[in-house]
Structure formats: structure tokens, C-alpha cells
């Protein structure tokens, strides 16, 4: 049985965000060492006949800020050694609820990643869905149409599959969130808002749904995303937060993981403060640096810059709880909230806590606690 398979990866937009441009790099290279193979890249519109090819299986990733498990190839071989002339992947989050994996996914880095893929359970099976979501898939030429787009040729009438265990992490587009978890910090008086990191502006636009009317002014370095929120906040200004002179008040501003990526979050938490009405609120989150994934890396010898999340390649600045504290104490804010965001937690990580706990009175709620929470009030 050959498995000889060729890989392509949809060609990703350019774009003047870091953390994505980083998270493409980053991808194709954990594609390659995961598979041990060479990618090339492609614009999805070429047909299969005109690729540069002499296998008779391809894998396409159609999103190129994916990364498949170790195992994910040879199961998608497999599926196409049967009837199947495509065969899909699963993930984390998917359009296609089918292609949701059974176990649900407790890993956060790639260690646990890798702990996570390995205890799946494997089997072929055949999806009825009109609409598989294309993020992922291995495509048997002798069984398709050769003049069909590549991006086009899931939806011909062809024998078509999911394969459970042919798993791949999708990253997504973390600026297109809209951070609901945050909205039950914010006081129902709350009338004229400052979003610091605004992002697409999802956020705002939620917000206004829920609020009604809301005046928001949102800050962003990316002229990209900043355009995109052109029309749903009251205000955008296009600039850096650590540079940018704001003289408007405000009842309430948003800091949503945003502190870890400034050089001086000391410097905007105090500005922060000044353009702050009394008794107005600063609210937001922060990645912990304690994390027990991240005490797990490193006492193995590892720390692992991501495109996104706990270690994200944009991180300067690093917080504990009490780090965090101290920035806002200095500033003469009120913590009224310091809440923990906690994620399941793997059994062998579970074991791992109790070792810490046992041989070295290690801070448990840190050690589970992914990232903080916070409302401050200026008083």
C-alpha cells in the first residue's frame, strides 16, 4: 500500500497584522516537520490538472493558520484507499458539525496537542452533509474531475468522507471575537466606552446589540482591521495606544488581552486612569504566565512562541497575579474584580499539579488559571 501524497496550502493574503503573518510561517513549517514532508503553495482556483504533481492522492489546506496532528495523513491516505475519492478532516471548531471530533478538546499548546490526538479514537466514516467545510482535505485524482477549481471540487457529486482521528488545531482569526466573556463587567450606566486593541470591532458591534445605544471609540494599530470597523464604532482612531495623546473622557474602557503586547503597559494603565471619568471603570483581561502548560514546557526544556493564545509570538510583557497587582495598584486604581479563567485540564496535567502541589507547595490556582479577568475603578 503507497502513500505517497502531495501537500498544497492555499496561498494566504497579506496582511500588516504580525501575529499572522507569524502564524502562516509558523504553520507550514509544523505542517512539514509534523509530516515530515514539503508544502507548496497554491491560489485555490487551479485545477487538479494543473498542478505539478505525480501522486495520485493530494492533501489541501484550505486554512492556512491550521496544523494537523501527527497521525492526520496516513488516516486520510487510508480513507482514500477505500471508495472515498475525498476525504475530510476534523477540529476544534468546524461549519460542518460532523466534522467536530467526539472527544472534546482539552489541549492548549502543542504538548497537549499532541496528548489529545493521540487518545482519539480512529474510523472512516461517510458524511451525508452538502457543505463539508473544506479547511482540510485529501482528494484522489484518479476518482475526480481534472478540470473542476480545487476550492470548488468538494461541492461535484463524489464520493466524500469524514475521518475521525485525521485531526487538525485551526487557530482562526482571534481579531474577529467578540470577547462576550467580558460583557458582564461592564456597569449597565456604562454610556461612552474606549476600546483599546479593537480589533474587527465584533466586540462593539455585540455590545450595541445587547446595550442599545453605547458610544463607543475604538483604538487600533492595524489600519487593516481599523477599516473594518469603520462603520460600527462611533469613533476610530488608527494609531499606537503607548504614543497615541487622547483628551476625551470616559466612562469605561476596554483592555481585552491587550497590556501583555505594549512595552509600558505601566505608562497606558496610568493613561488610562487620566482619561478616565471619576468612578469610571478599566476593564479587560491578561494571559497568565503561570499556567501549568507553561511550567510543563519549560521544565522540559521548552517555550514555544505561538501565532496566538498563552504564548503568543506578540507577548513583550509576562504577568502573574501578583505582577498584575502591582500594575494596577500603581496606578491608584480600585481592583474590584480579579477573576480566573480556567480550561479543562487533561488527566496527565491533573497529575502533574498534584506533584507540583506535593513536592514544591506550588500556588494551584495559579497553575490552572489560563488568564485573568478585571474590572478596576477609578477613584
Known amino acids: 500500500m503507497s502513500y505517497n501524497i502531495d501537500t498544497f496550502i492555499i496561498h494566504p493574503a497579506t496582511s500588516d497584522i504580525f501575529e499572522i503573518n507569524f502564524g502562516y510561517k509558523f504553520c507550514r513549517k509544523k505542517i512539514e516537520k509534523q509530516w515530515r514532508c514539503k508544502t507548496s503553495l497554491i491560489n485555490g482556483d487551479e485545477s487538479i490538472a494543473d498542478l505539478k504533481s505525480s501522486s495520485d492522492k493530494l492533501i489541501f489546506f484550505l486554512d492556512p493558520l491550521s496544523v494537523p496532528s501527527a497521525n492526520s495523513k496516513l488516516f486520510l491516505q487510508k480513507a482514500l484507499d477505500s ?10 471548531f468546524s461549519s460542518n ?47 475526480v474531475p481534472q478540470d473542476i477549481p480545487i476550492n470548488k471540487i468538494f461541492n461535484n457529486t463524489v464520493t466524500k468522507c469524514i475521518v475521525k482521528g485525521a485531526f487538525v488545531h485551526r487557530f482562526g482569526n482571534v481579531f474577529e471575537a ?35 445605544k453605547i458610544k463607543i471609540t475604538g483604538v487600533e494599530l492595524s489600519s487593516e482591521l481599523s477599516k473594518k ?64 502548560s507553561n511550567i510543563f514546557d519549560l521544565i522540559n526544556g521548552k517555550f514555544e512562541y505561538l501565532p496566538f493564545g498563552n504564548l503568543c509570538v506578540g507577548h513583550i510583557r509576562f504577568f ?29 496535567a491533573d497529575d502533574f499539579i498534584e506533584k507540583l502541589k506535593g513536592n514544591f507547595d506550588a500556588d494551584t490556582n495559579s497553575l490552572e488559571t489560563f488568564s485573568w479577568l478585571f474590572r478596576l475603578r477609578r477613584v
Not at 476600546?195 to 466586540?203: K, L, P, Q, T, W
Not at 488608527?238 to 504614543?243: A, F, H, S, Y
Not at 500603581?330 to 487533561?346: D, H, T
Request: glycine share 6%.
Open 83 to 92: 471508495k472515498f475519492a475525498v476525504a475530510f478532516a476534523t477540529s476544534q
Open 97 to 143: 458539525i460532523e466534522q467536530l471530533e467526539d472527544s472534546p478538546p482539552d489541549y492548549i499548546n502543542f504538548t497537549t496537542f499532541d496528548h489529545f490526538s493521540e487518545k482519539l479514537n480512529y474510523g472512516v466514516r461517510l458524511t451525508e452533509s452538502d457543505s463539508p467545510d473544506p479547511f482540510l482535505f485529501a482528494v484522489d485524482r484518479r476518482k
Open 178 to 212: 467578540d470577547r462576550a466573556d467580558l460583557f458582564h463587567l461592564i456597569p449597565e450606566e456604562s454610556t461612552n466606552l474606549l476600546d483599546i486593541g479593537c480589533a474587527s470591532g465584533n466586540f462593539g458591534k455585540r455590545l450595541k446589540e445587547i446595550r442599545g
Open 229 to 292: 470597523t469603520e462603520d460600527i464604532y462611533d469613533k476610530i482612531i488608527t494609531g499606537d495606544i503607548e504614543k497615541l495623546e487622547i483628551k476625551e473622557k470616559f466612562d469605561t474602557i476596554i483592555c481585552a488581552d491587550i497590556l501583555e503586547h505594549l512595552y509600558n503597559p505601566w505608562g497606558v494603565v496610568k493613561k488610562c486612569y487620566n482619561i478616565l471619568e471619576n468612578q469610571g471603570v478599566l476593564i479587560g483581561s491578561i494571559p497568565n504566565i503561570g499556567h501549568w
Open 320 to 348: 502573574t497575579e501578583s505582577g498584575i497587582r502591582e500594575l494596577f495598584e500603581e496606578s491608584n486604581f480600585k481592583i474590584e474584580i480579579l477573576q480566573p479563567q480556567k480550561l479543562p485540564i487533561p488527566q496527565f
